[in-house]
């Protein structure tokens, strides 16, 4: 992918409130999209990704994120969010090569930081 | 199955000085990549290992090496240590399989900090 955009660094929300947090990317090659969440002092862990096949993909924790090709977009959502979800959301894209193969290679939004208030 | 394992988890050495970190994929993974993750640059890709061979190179100093072992555990190298190397260093691994789509899944990292 040659970049990533999260275009929110920071998005404040209410407890139980609806949130979506939104990625854009540009590729000249077919991707796969990946969504991950970062809590303090860990690494990250993977929420969802898109493959292939329906663009509306369900993750963990009950967030989704539908990918619109057209747009080049992969918003990641949850119709209500919890003072646990607290924490550091990554975007992410691999370009697909010939066979399906990525080489390894994840390119990262900078980061959208969700803070549920109570 | 057992996570991807990183050591050490704290690491402070000085600027000039040189540093191995340690990554064990999961059982059955055969490609381990590895990323800096700095506030400023984000997370950024250096390289990637499958069976023992570099597949795929990120945009780094050659102070920044890496290798990987037979059993798929990978070590990285960083020679002549500057400040700026100070960051969270995260290995993740993925199956690897041919023609197939893969999923990287994430250690806890290696916190450099170099003074």
């Known amino acids: 992918a040659q970049s990533v955009t999260q275009l929110d660094s920071q998005v404040p929300v209410f407890e139980e409130a609806p949130v979506e947090l939104r990625c854009n990317y540009s590729?000249?090659?077919?991707?796969?999209l990946f969504w991950y969440v970062q809590y303090p002092n860990q690494g990250l862990q993977l929420l969802l990704k898109?493959?292939?096949?329906?663009?509306l993909v369900k993750g963990i924790n009950g967030f989704e994120a539908e990918f619109n090709k057209s747009q080049t977009s992969f918003h990641l959502r949850k119709p209500s969010v919890h003072i646990s979800d607290t924490a550091e959301y990554f975007c992410?894209?691999?370009?697909?090569?010939?066979?399906?193969?990525?080489?390894?290679?994840?390119?990262f939004g900078q980061g959208t930081i969700l803070t549920v208030h109570p | 199955k057992a996570g991807v394992t990183q050591t050490p988890r704290y690491l402070i050495k000085t600027r000039g000085q040189q540093v191995t970190l340690s990554c064990s994929p999961i059982?059955?993974?055969?490609?381990v990549s590895w990323y800096q993750q700095t506030p400023g640059q984000g997370l950024q890709f250096l390289f990637e290992?499958?069976?023992?061979?570099?597949?795929n190179k990120g945009n780094f100093p050659g102070r920044f090496s890496g290798r990987q072992f037979s059993n798929s555990r990978s070590e990285m190298n960083v020679s002549t240590l500057e400040l700026g190397d100070s960051a969270l260093y995260l290995c993740?691994?993925?199956?690897?399989?041919?023609?197939?789509?893969?999923?990287?899944?994430f250690g806890p990292g290696t916190r450099l900090t170099v003074l």
């Open positions: 993740a691994s993925s199956p690897g399989l041919r023609g197939a789509p893969d999923t990287q899944y």
């Open positions: 590729s000249s090659v077919s991707v796969y």
């Open positions: 898109y493959l292939s096949g329906s663009t």
């Open positions: 992410a894209v691999s370009d697909v090569y010939a066979g399906g193969t990525s080489y390894g290679k994840l390119t």
């Open positions: 059982s059955g993974h055969r490609s």
């Open positions: 290992y499958f069976s023992e061979t570099q597949r």
